[in-house]
């Protein structure tokens, strides 16, 4: 299978048809290989447009709204990042090539650790994980210029927004199981200033300022 003809449809068909624009971020799509994060027995829809299985009964998200979600964090290099729900650790290393670094974690140790060998493999020596709630936060290392959730909660956890920089940006969909909003979050003098993106579907925030678990 030739994964970089499926990763340039990918790009054309599934980012810059939808409006992605920021060339860096094109750019990572079209180099990294996605089928690296992707369950063997699903790595032939490494590049569809769906999201996919992950273990743990979680899930990697589509390719526009990985994408959608680094757009809106508009990184230029500079960034401290941190990310709530590392996963297959796809989206983790879009930020690492995107960023100055990146500080994620993800409550599972199985996806961590499997993330953390594809790093390693990849040469992202700019990230660092952990495996714990990331509703509490990384306390140790704030201030974070950009924050993005990859797992659904009902509003922003307590300890996140207290961690996010003057002038940073938050990224998460906030809602319900099942019915959530991407959404936009920005620090000006102190005070968050909310915007609503679009509709859109993620496994729950579990944990202590998130979602109880099911
Ligand atoms: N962005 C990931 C990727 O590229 O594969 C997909 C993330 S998946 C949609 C959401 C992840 O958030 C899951 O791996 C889940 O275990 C994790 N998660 C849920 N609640 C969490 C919490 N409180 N702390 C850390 N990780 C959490």
Redesign the pocket.
């Known amino acids: 299978m030739d994964f970089s003809v499926l990763r340039k449809q990918m790009v054309a068909e599934q980012l810059v048809s939808r409006g992605i624009k920021d060339e860096r971020v094109l750019k990572v799509f079209s180099s990294l290989p996605r089928e690296k994060?992707i369950l063997s027995e699903s790595v032939a829809s490494a590049y569809a447009d769906f999201?996919l299985p992950?273990g743990?009964?979680?899930?990697?998200?589509q390719p526009y709204i990985?994408a959608l979600m680094t757009e809106l964090l508009a990184l230029s290099g500079s960034e401290k990042v941190l990310?709530?729900?590392?996963?297959?650790?796809?989206?983790?290393?879009?930020l690492a090539s995107l960023a100055k670094e990146v500080y994620t974690?993800?409550?599972?140790a199985e996806?961590s650790d499997k993330?953390r060998d594809l790093f390693k493999q990849l040469g992202l020596d700019n990230v660092k994980v952990r495996?714990?709630?990331?509703?509490?936060g990384w306390p140790e290392e704030p201030p974070f210029e950009r924050i993005?959730?990859?797992?659904a909660?009902p509003r922003l956890?307590l300890p996140l927004s207290s961690q996010l920089a003057e002038g940073g940006k938050v990224v998460f969909p906030q809602g319900e199981a099942f019915n959530q909003a991407l959404t936009l979050i920005e620090k000006k003098d102190g005070k968050l200033i909310e915007k609503n993106i679009c509709g859109c579907v993620?496994?729950?925030?579990?944990?202590?300022?998130?979602?109880k678990e099911s």
């Open positions: 994060f999201p992950i743990q009964g979680q899930t990697i998200s990985v990310e709530i729900g590392t996963g297959s650790g796809y989206q983790t290393a879009v974690i993800e409550r599972f996806l993330a495996v714990g709630d990331g509703t509490l993005i959730i990859t797992a909660s956890p993620f496994v729950p925030l579990v944990g202590k300022y998130g979602l």
